[in-house]
């Protein structure tokens, strides 16, 4: 374990943080650092939200972040931390102010990486040079961007072939130009038992991609790989697959689902063939667009068969072998993953919580210090946060939401998201019943669906005449 340290020849007053969370739910944001970083008060969405062996301060002045830091005082320079790879090393950072003085340290857990540390007089371009810099070094896939249609957002667990195929086919009706239409979670009989069907899905997975190419769209599918749950025949078939505690237990990676789950020790070299099989089967039905969600639980903290492998390298032979079966040129999107990590392996990122139809709820996000939850708030707050992360990846902000039957979004807001996404860049994806649109509706969704450039944060401000005002270079 590496650790460095620097005292920091400037005073607290004006300065902010830039900090990012361990993984897509993870809150990412910039902050004046007498501010308080909010830490889950919830045991569960400890692990589930955030890195549990590096958790948010949840201490007044004290700031944590993975990767990535940067303090910037309020004439646009400051300094700018980042690790210079994160194949098999986790790059945690920790800013402190006393109310007198600034601290910096370091700390790695895995093999010595090189870290980049400067003083700038322009912490942006700083903060963009390093990103890009740490993107060239694990050869970051950075495909174009792509139009998606995702059924998690409207249909949630109760998707079925049918809606999938009647939404592809009034999309075309419409001349709405999707380029991808993604079947997500509900399909499957079990967290694991990716091959059997659910009862309410009406039919099998592998019967979609047909139909879909025939609308002129791509085949995408949704798939938690690395998690299994205790009800699974998987889990049955193979309880040593398993990622334990130390007391020899599987390890309780979660709690969604209505239950507890458990996750793969992608170190055992039996789990690495069928993670590979996986990919390649849902490859051989048709799906090219694969969207691999709850990432995160092969790299939690745990007992391996193999201990030689940390925690980084595990999680990334596990992603490397979906790789692999899915074939070079499927499109892959990594969600609720180790973000670094993940670079050179996914083409796209999920880079903030989830979107919901609701703006915010206070409630868990201030008095439960849960911001990982969605809300369009969350998912705009901390994607915007990660601008400098195109370097990695194709950024995905999650979806707009231009319906107003089943949301609690005013006009103004569902306007708001969908002009915002526009901004951060990346995937653009929607989520509608199409039969739900009205004519504005249709409209903002098309609107949507007019990719502009990737855009930076000192054009942020010259989108939203000043709106964002957190991202001008003139209040930093
Ligand atoms: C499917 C969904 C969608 C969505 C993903 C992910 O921490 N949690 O309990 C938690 C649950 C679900 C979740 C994110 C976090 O959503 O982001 O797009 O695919 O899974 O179940």
């Not at 650790?3 to 990012?20: D, E, H, I, M, Y």
Request: charged share 20%.
């Amino acid at each position: 374990m590496t650790s460095r340290q620097w005292t920091l020849p400037v005073s607290p007053a004006g300065l902010r943080v830039l900090v990012n969370g361990y993984q897509s739910w993870s809150e990412a944001e910039l902050r004046p650092i007498e501010d308080t970083q909010a830490t889950p008060l919830m045991r569960w969405r400890q692990e589930q939200g955030h890195d549990p062996a590096f958790l948010p301060s949840g201490a007044p002045g004290r700031w944590r972040s993975h990767t990535l830091i940067a303090l910037i005082r309020p004439d646009g320079g400051g300094w700018v931390g980042c690790a210079q790879d994160a194949t098999r090393t986790f790059t945690h950072w920790e800013a402190h102010s006393d109310g007198a003085a600034v601290q910096v340290w370091y700390t790695q857990e895995g093999p010595e990486v090189p870290v980049a540390w400067e003083e700038t007089p322009d912490v942006i371009r700083s903060v963009e040079a390093q990103a890009a810099r740490l993107g060239q070094n694990m050869g970051a896939r950075t495909p174009p961007p792509l139009r998606v249609w995702c059924s998690w957002y409207s249909y949630y667990r109760n998707v079925t072939l049918e809606a999938m195929i009647d939404n592809a086919r009034q999309a075309r009706q419409y001349g709405l130009e999707f380029d991808v239409f993604q079947l997500d979670d509900g399909f499957q009989a079990d967290l694991g038992d990716w091959t059997e069907p659910s009862a309410h899905f009406g039919g099998h997975a592998r019967d979609l991609p047909a139909a879909l190419t025939g609308l002129g769209v791509t085949p995408g599918l949704w798939l938690a790989p690395f998690l299994v749950a205790p009800t699974s025949r998987l889990f049955a078939g193979h309880p040593e697959w398993m990622l334990r505690d130390r007391q020899g237990n599987p390890l309780l990676a979660g709690h969604n689902w209505g239950g507890p789950y458990h996750a793969l020790d992608t170190t055992h070299p039996d789990v690495l063939d069928w993670l590979r099989e996986l990919a390649s089967t849902v490859r051989g039905w048709g799906y090219t667009y694969l969207k691999l969600d709850f990432l995160y639980g092969a790299a939690l903290p745990g007992v391996r068969h193999d201990p030689a492998v940390g925690r980084a390298q595990a999680y990334r032979m596990g992603l490397q072998a979906l790789r692999d079966g899915a074939g070079e040129d499927a499109f892959l999107l990594g969600c609720g993953a180790p973000l670094a990590s993940s670079i050179g392996l996914v083409d796209a990122m999920r880079t903030g919580p989830d979107v919901a139809p609701f703006w915010d709820e206070e409630s868990r996000r201030v008095w439960l210090g849960d911001a990982t939850g969605p809300s369009a708030r969350n998912a705009l707050h901390t994607s915007l946060s990660r601008w400098y992360q195109h370097a990695w990846y194709q950024p995905d902000p999650d979806v707009m939401i231009a319906r107003r039957e089943l949301s609690l979004l005013s006009r103004n807001e569902r306007h708001a998201l969908a002009g915002m996404l526009d901004v951060i860049g990346g995937l653009r994806a929607s989520s509608d019943p199409i039969a739900m649109l009205d004519a504005e509706g249709l409209e903002l969704l098309r609107r949507s669906l007019q990719i502009s450039a990737p855009d930076r944060p000192v054009t942020l401000t010259r989108s939203f005449g000043g709106a964002v005002t957190h991202f001008s270079r003139g209040t930093f």
